[in-house]
């Protein structure tokens, strides 16, 4: 069955490290996201993907940074880790095209910075 | 700008009895509305979407979701819950035109009581 997993699902690091986070989909889907999910602020868009060699920045980018080089995997980088990105992190892919269509997530990376 | 809002941080109701989680939205154009569950420890799972058509949307597990246009509303209704809905309920709705990406609510709790 076509899936979508993230690793690790958890990490300890420190401020100031650089670290990365995996997701791969086997859905053969064009579109993924990066989202990070904090207590009273749901899901917010970090980073977004609409296929090979795409990338936008979403609505809370700063520090993060993807790249796509093909169709299953868009891993996540914090170029250098801090206090404030501490959170679960999901990611979620979807078909693309005008069809409206749902995303599927991942179970999630939580991430600690000490 | 696309916003969802749920006005409910946590929903409580007895196994058995009618559940409603609130969710409105505004939108500029037609609106694209999605209803996701997120259980402990897991990603989100998509329930439901609205995107044109029957006010009445039915997904997964038995939930539904009532359109109103005239309220700018998208609640998520089930006649009779179970002990095992209990979860966190986000609202989403697309970003904007030819586009996959979400915004999200905030998310709402649903404890449902034996």
């Known amino acids: 069955d076509a899936e979508i997993t993230q690793s690790p699902r958890h990490k300890i690091t420190e401020t100031g490290r650089q670290v990365t986070l995996a997701c791969h989909q086997t859905w053969n889907h064009n579109n993924m996201f990066w989202y990070r999910q904090d207590l009273g602020h749901g899901l917010r868009l970090i980073h977004y993907?609409?296929?090979?060699?795409?990338?936008n920045k979403g609505e809370v980018s700063d520090g993060y940074s993807v790249s796509r080089s093909n169709t299953e995997d868009l891993p996540l980088t914090l170029e250098s880790a801090a206090s404030s990105q501490t959170s679960v992190y999901f990611c979620?892919?979807?078909?693309?095209?005008?069809?409206?269509?749902?995303?599927?997530f991942g179970p999630g990376t939580r991430l600690t910075v000490l | 700008a696309q916003s969802v809002a749920q006005p409910e941080d946590q929903v409580n109701v007895a196994e058995g009895n009618p559940l409603t989680v609130k969710c409105t939205y505004s939108v500029s154009g037609n609106p694209y509305l999605f209803w996701y569950v997120q259980y402990p420890n897991r990603g989100l799972q998509f329930l439901l979407k609205y995107i044109t058509g029957d006010n009445l949307v039915k997904g997964s597990y038995g939930f539904e979701a009532e359109f109103n246009k005239s309220q700018t509303s998208f609640h998520l209704k089930k006649p009779s819950a179970l002990v095992s809905d209990s979860a966190l309920y986000f609202c989403?709705?697309?970003?904007?035109?030819?586009?996959?990406?979400?915004?999200f609510g905030t998310g709402t709790r649903l404890q449902v009581f034996p």
């Open positions: 989403a709705v697309r970003a904007s035109y030819n586009t996959d990406k979400l915004i």
């Open positions: 979620a892919s979807s078909e693309g095209g005008i069809r409206y269509n749902e995303q599927f």
């Open positions: 993907s609409y296929g090979v060699q795409d990338t």
